[in-house]
């Protein structure tokens, strides 16, 4: 996903997330996600600057869809009183099965962020670099089930 600038703020009379839009946008920003944008008018998206081990895309000429990378993103989606995070996980878009991004969706209430946010964080931090890099060149891992 692109890392960009925040292009539409929160609309004050109609916050993407409702009551909850501050303190959502403030409890993604304490765990280091950025808040880049309001899709739409019930969505608000994140990405997770500790993806790839803190790589800093923002001040790279490429971004990381350029070079077949996911970061650890969120899409948060408001449906009247239930929220869902629809988080992208970190990894890359084409590559062995260990290293894919995976889409997964769960909800949660819009007061704590849900638990599941830890370990696809932790898996973003401390993903191997080195192994991700041969994936893009070659399609597969070092891991035994890739080398046959
Ligand atoms: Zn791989
Ligand atoms: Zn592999």
Same mark, same amino acid.
């Given at each position: 996903?692109?890392?960009?600038?925040?292009?539409?703020?929160?609309?004050? *009379?109609?916050?993407?997330?409702?009551?909850?839009?501050?303190?959502?946008?403030?409890?993604?920003?304490?765990?280091?996600?950025?808040?880049?944008?309001?899709?739409?008018?019930?969505?608000?998206?994140?990405?997770?600057?500790?993806?790839?081990?803190?790589?800093?895309?923002?001040?790279?000429?490429?971004?990381?869809?350029?070079?077949? !990378?996911?970061?650890?993103?969120?899409?948060?989606?408001?449906?009247?009183?239930?929220? %869902?995070?629809?988080?992208?996980?970190?990894?890359?878009?084409?590559?062995?099965?260990?290293?894919?991004?995976?889409?997964?969706?769960?909800?949660?209430?819009? %007061?704590?962020?849900?638990? *599941? !946010?830890?370990?696809?964080?932790? *898996?973003?931090?401390?993903?191997?670099?080195?192994?991700?890099? *041969?994936?893009?060149?070659?399609?597969?891992?070092?891991?035994?089930?890739?080398?046959?």
């Amino acid at each position: 996903m692109h890392i960009r600038p925040v292009t539409r703020l929160p609309d004050e *009379q109609h916050p993407p997330l409702g009551p909850h839009t501050d303190a959502i946008i403030k409890a993604f920003e304490s765990r280091d996600w950025i808040f880049l944008d309001c899709h739409d008018a019930n969505t608000a998206f994140f990405t997770y600057r500790g993806s790839f081990g803190w790589i800093d895309f923002e001040r790279k000429a490429y971004t990381p869809s350029d070079i077949d !990378l996911a970061t650890l993103d969120c899409l948060v989606i408001r449906d009247r009183k239930t929220f %869902l995070a629809e988080v992208t996980t970190c990894g890359v878009t084409k590559g062995c099965s260990h290293h894919r991004s995976m889409t997964v969706r769960f909800p949660f209430d819009g %007061l704590v962020l849900p638990d *599941q !946010l830890d370990e696809h964080e932790t *898996q973003a931090r401390d993903i191997d670099t080195a192994e991700v890099a *041969q994936c893009l060149l070659f399609r597969e891992c070092s891991e035994a089930v890739c080398r046959g």
